[in-house]
C-alpha cells in the first residue's frame, strides 16, 4: 500500500482585484418601443458582473442625426446616460455592451442609421486610449449635445479628459448652435 507523502501545495497567491472605477454609457434607441429599451438596458447593464451600481439619467428626446447633420424626418432618438460603477476592464465592458445590443435586435448596416439600441462608452474613469478597438474618451462626446445634457442631468459638476468640464462643452455647442 502506497502512501502520498507529498506536501499539500500552499493556495496561489490572491491577486488584487481591478479597482472600481465608474464609466459613462450613452443609450440612444430611435427604433421600436423606445423609452422602454433604454431602461431595459440601463437594468440589462446593472445586472453585468462586476457592476455595483448604475445610475440612469432622465430620458431626452432627440433628432436623429446622419452623416449629413440633423434628420428631422427620421424617427426620433430617446437618449440617456448611464454613470456605471464597475470593475469590469473597459473593454470587457465594451464588449458586454455590444452584447446588449445585439440582444435588443441591433443591425449594423449603415453608420449612423436608425436603431433599436445604442450603447457607447463614452468614458472610463481617467484612462485614455486611442487603440482602434476602444477609443476613450469617445472621440465625438465633446460633439454632442444629446451625450453631454443627460450626462449633466447625473453630474452637473462632469469633466471629459482632455476636452474639460461637460457643462462648458455643451455651453459652446449652444452658442454655436451645434449637436
Do not use: C, K
Amino acid at each position: 500500500m502506497s502512501r502520498n507523502l507529498a506536501q499539500p501545495m500552499d493556495p496561489p497567491e490572491r491577486r488584487p482585484g481591478r479597482p472600481e472605477a465608474v464609466a459613462v454609457v450613452a443609450l440612444g434607441a430611435n427604433l421600436g418601443e423606445r423609452h422602454a429599451t433604454i431602461r431595459a438596458a440601463a437594468e440589462r447593464i446593472a445586472r453585468l458582473p462586476l457592476v455595483r451600481e448604475v445610475r440612469l439619467s432622465h430620458l431626452f428626446e432627440t433628432v436623429a442625426l446622419r452623416v449629413d447633420g440633423p434628420d428631422p424626418e427620421a424617427p426620433g432618438y430617446v437618449n440617456a446616460v448611464a454613470l456605471v460603477t464597475t470593475r469590469l476592464a473597459p473593454e470587457i465592458l465594451l464588449g458586454m455592451l455590444h452584447a446588449i445590443e445585439d440582444e435588443n435586435g441591433r443591425e449594423r448596416r449603415e453608420r449612423w442609421g436608425d436603431r433599436t439600441l445604442d450603447l457607447d462608452l463614452i468614458a472610463y474613469g481617467d484612462v485614455v486610449s486611442d487603440e482602434p478597438h476602444l477609443q476613450l474618451p469617445h472621440p465625438r462626446a465633446a460633439e454632442r449635445l444629446f451625450v453631454l445634457d443627460p450626462w449633466l442631468d447625473l453630474d452637473a459638476d462632469a469633466e471629459l479628459i482632455g476636452h474639460g468640464r461637460v457643462a462648458d462643452l455643451a455651453a459652446d455647442l449652444r452658442a454655436g448652435g451645434d449637436g
